[in-house]
């Protein structure tokens, strides 16, 4: 059982486009993460929900929405895609103890 | 600002020996600390941690070492073996803070056969 999914994997798309990526955890936790990590490979925090409640904001643009519909289930919306939104993505979640489980990331390449 | 950094972009190692990355950061509230591997294309997967009340913590292969006044935290692997090869990140987290975690840039680890 995958502790935490996304889909896509593989998400290439043109500039200006509406595009979402979905996460889901089946470990029972409360918080969940949305991380970006960039060209130069560092990981940076965007989102944090806790219990479907948005708990960390980042310094993002307005074009990112997550969406939280339940405690399992972090989504992440971008409008009118930019060329230096392509990056891996990564959904986490932690349940209390600093420890977070990481999905297997969404390669974004804007064309 | 970084506050967690990795210095060494990468490391190469023999089958055997030891490996230690290193990990310094900048911000005394920081009062616990994680490393997590991450092979291509996957997530990155939690390895150990370890609190800033203690300056060692040991799990098989793995050791942590936290110098707080150094502000350098390093990881051991002993033996190395070739399925460590892969990136390693330090991450650090106050309490203040709940449990947003701010990480180094990594560092990849070969390990030769």
């Known amino acids: 059982d995958t502790a935490v999914s996304q889909t896509p994997k593989y998400l290439v798309t043109q500039m200006g486009n509406d595009k979402s990526i979905k996460c889901e955890q089946n470990?029972?936790?409360?918080?969940m993460y949305w991380y970006k990590q960039d060209s130069k490979k560092f990981l940076k925090i965007m989102f944090s929900y806790n219990n479907k409640e948005l708990i960390i904001n980042e310094t993002v643009p307005n074009r990112f929405s997550p969406k939280s519909p339940d405690k399992a289930h972090l989504n992440l919306h971008i409008n009118s895609l930019e060329l230096g939104d392509s990056a891996v993505y990564f959904c986490?979640?932690?349940?209390?103890?600093?420890?977070?489980?990481f999905g297997p990331g969404t390669r974004l390449t804007v064309t | 600002d970084q506050q967690v950094k990795q210095n060494s972009p990468s490391l190469s190692v023999q089958e055997g020996r030891i490996s230690i990355l290193n990990c310094d950061y900048t911000n005394s509230m920081f009062d616990y600390f994680l490393w997590y591997k991450k092979y291509p294309a996957e997530g990155p997967t939690f390895l150990i941690s370890i609190s800033s009340i203690k300056d060692k913590n040991e799990d098989g292969r793995f050791t942590v070492f936290l110098n707080k006044s150094a502000k350098h935290l390093s990881l051991h692997i002993v033996p190395s073996q070739p399925g460590d090869s892969a990136v390693y990140f330090c991450?650090?987290?106050?309490?203040?803070?709940?449990?947003?975690?701010?990480f180094g840039e990594g560092t990849q680890l070969t390990v030769n056969p």
């Open positions: 991450a650090a987290s106050k309490e203040t803070s709940g449990s947003r975690l701010t």
């Open positions: 986490a979640s932690e349940g209390g103890s600093y420890e977070q489980y």
């Open positions: 470990l029972g936790h409360d918080t």
